[in-house]
């Protein structure tokens, strides 16, 4: 059973950064991509910024240049630091990563954390 545990959330001022983390447990065999969505307030959930086991990036054109995200295969932990944040950035921040559950399982399947509160002041 997989679980993302994510960390790092909280209330900061417009302007102020927040890192956020996520680690995989559980049992797998392949973990492919790993990354960060946001959902606020009657909006639909978003794509913030996205890693490969390779390191390939793809990064929301909202964010870029003020969020970065990185990866410790190591430790199976996607972290997002988030720089010069803004009110709008305000939203549950929801860790996601692709994953092939057994070498028998053929396809990879999404597992999700369960949110973490980001609210930004003005």
Do not use: H
């Given at each position: ?43 639909q ?25 990185s ?11 988030m ?40």
């Open positions: 059973q997989v679980q993302l545990v994510e960390s790092g959330g909280g209330l900061v001022q417009a302007g102020g950064s927040l890192r956020l983390s996520c680690a995989a447990s559980g049992r797998w065999f392949s973990i492919n991509a790993m990354g960060w969505y946001r959902q606020a307030p009657g909006n959930r978003e794509l913030v910024a996205v890693i490969t086991s390779r390191g390939i990036i793809n990064v929301a054109d909202s964010v870029k240049g003020r969020f970065t995200i990866r410790d295969n190591d430790k199976n932990t996607v972290y997002l630091q720089n010069s944040l803004k009110p709008e950035d305000t939203a549950v921040y929801y860790c996601n990563a692709n994953i092939m559950p057994s070498m028998s399982s053929v396809y990879y399947y999404d597992y999700w954390g369960q949110g973490t509160q980001v609210t930004v002041s003005s």
